[in-house]
């Protein structure tokens, strides 16, 4: 079964509201989050890294101010997209590990739909 | 930086072939590489982890190569079938952390 849960897997916004996504892990401690981006036919992008207790850290040309991240207990972390665009629909995928050690292994979610219209 | 390639970015073959998707990458320092399907509007399935210092995984009729010197990994799908037909995504881990670079993928359709 999946170990890392996104919800919700598909949302309409109207734009110039804001929509948050959720990423659990289910059965271990995610101390790193990834949240990546995938537009239409492309590849996925990191967007960024959150480590729990701490502020994410943004890849470059991501607006953190647009894109909030929260990760406040170890099995959750939040994206929201802040007065969502029609430009921001895209499909949104998180993923977890349970350590910094490159050795643990990396759980993606289902990935979660955003449509703003 | 990290680059990852994957050429070609679409492929169409008759049902039964075999097929090959290549995957290559810009820095060598990997922890290792991993293989993904990704069926259409879906999340992302891992077929095959690679080790650094392994050259090869196998899981039914797939098997994955790793050649990390010249920075490429091959995944080799036997007798294709129109159920294979999803996006096959490459990625590499570098040795320190855990951010995952992904290729642009393969869009492979199977025709029956």
């Known amino acids: 079964g999946a170990v890392v849960s996104q919800h919700p897997s598909r949302v309409i916004c109207k734009s110039g509201t804001s929509v948050k996504i959720e990423c659990r892990s289910l059965?271990?401690?995610?101390?790193?989050m990834f949240w990546y981006r995938q537009f239409p036919k492309q590849s996925l992008m990191l967007m960024a890294t959150?480590?729990?207790?701490?502020?994410?850290?943004?890849e470059q040309g991501v607006e953190k101010d647009k894109f909030l991240i929260n990760h406040a207990s170890l099995t959750l972390s939040t994206l929201t997209v802040t007065s969502a665009h029609p430009e921001d629909s895209s499909f949104y995928i998180c993923?977890?590990?349970?350590?910094?050690?490159?050795?643990?292994?990396?759980?993606f979610g289902e990935g979660s739909w955003l449509t703003v219209v | 930086k990290q680059e990852v390639t994957q050429i070609p970015a679409a492929l169409s073959v008759p049902e039964g072939e075999n097929l090959v998707l290549n995957c290559s990458f810009t820095?060598?320092?990997?922890?290792?590489l991993q293989w993904f399907r990704q069926d259409p509007g879906k999340g992302l399935t891992s077929l095959l982890l690679?080790?650094?210092?392994?050259r090869e995984q196998t899981s039914g009729r797939l098997n994955a190569s790793l050649d990390k010197s010249s920075g490429r990994s091959t995944l080799y799908i036997a007798a294709s079938q129109p159920g294979d037909s999803a996006t096959y995504l490459c990625?590499?881990?570098?040795?320190?952390?855990?951010?995952?670079?992904f290729g642009g993928g393969t869009r492979l359709m199977v025709k029956p």
């Open positions: 959150s480590n729990e207790g701490s502020k994410a850290t943004y």
């Open positions: 990625a590499v881990k570098p040795i320190a952390g855990n951010m995952l670079t």
């Open positions: 690679i080790q650094s210092s392994q």
């Open positions: 993923s977890a590990t349970a350590g910094g050690d490159s050795g643990n292994t990396i759980y």
């Open positions: 059965d271990f401690q995610a101390t790193t």
């Open positions: 820095d060598s320092a990997i922890y290792n």
